[in-house]
């Protein structure tokens, strides 16, 4: 059997999130590679920034190198140079451009995967503090819940499972920077559409299958 975290439901709550806190109406995306995974995110991101903002405006780049610190560095500056005073970094360990842009150019940078926050705060605490949060995967409920299923047999070998918000397989980093950054209100603004994207009232659309127009036009929808 093989596991993956729903992300384009983490990010959609990353979206919403960086719509809340944006002051500009313009957010930003850095994705590290043209890849199905990386596409998911920023369909996400842009639902969730949509559905909080109508009128939102998302920057969003991708290149080809996730090693590329300076890459990624350089096209963060450039979109906050473009107005965007938050932006999610989708690519890997080059991520550390992004937050090293956020904390020089004071602007908000949102990481991926892991708690990047916690990651940084030892060897580079200011870049740690520009990262309101992390769209993180947590595989290890994914892997705990995987374990109770095959004790319980339960589990179905050689089915893909995609592990969603509501079985806890992805959600934002909930740390003392998340909830020093951001205010109360909108804390709970992002529990109470997280709570719709679990019970179905919220359905987020997935680049996964999605055609090449479909993807295009949403990305248009936010470049004014």
Not at 13 to 35: D, N, P, Q
Not at 123 to 131: F, G, M, Q, S, V
Not at 132 to 142: A, H
């Amino acid at each position: 059997a093989s596991f993956a975290a729903l992300q384009n439901e983490g990010s959609f709550l990353g979206g919403a999130l960086a719509a809340l806190t944006s002051e500009s109406g313009v957010i930003g995306f850095v994705g590290g590679k043209e890849t199905s995974s990386v596409s998911d995110f920023l369909v996400g991101y842009i639902e969730g920034a949509k559905y909080v903002n109508p009128d939102i405006v998302v920057r969003s780049a991708v290149y080809r190198q996730l090693t590329d610190t300076a890459a990624a560095k350089e096209l963060a500056s450039a979109q906050n140079a473009q107005g965007a005073d938050v932006v999610f970094a989708v690519c890997s360990g080059a991520g550390s451009g992004v937050y090293e842009a956020a904390a020089e150019h004071g602007f908000w940078a949102l990481g991926v995967d892991s708690d990047q926050s916690l990651i940084l705060e030892d060897t580079n605490p200011e870049a740690a503090k520009a990262i309101l949060t992390s769209v993180v995967k947590n595989f290890d409920i994914v892997l705990s819940n995987a374990i109770t299923e095959t004790l319980d047999g339960k589990l179905e070998f050689g089915k893909h499972n995609a592990i969603n918000l509501a079985a806890g397989g992805i959600g934002l980093a909930d740390n003392e920077y998340y909830q020093s950054a951001v205010p109360v209100d909108v804390r709970a603004k992002i529990d109470e559409i997280a709570e719709k994207i679990k019970s179905g009232e919220i359905t987020v659309s997935t680049a996964i299958g999605m055609d090449a127009d479909t993807y295009n036009k949403l990305k248009e929808s936010v470049s004014k």
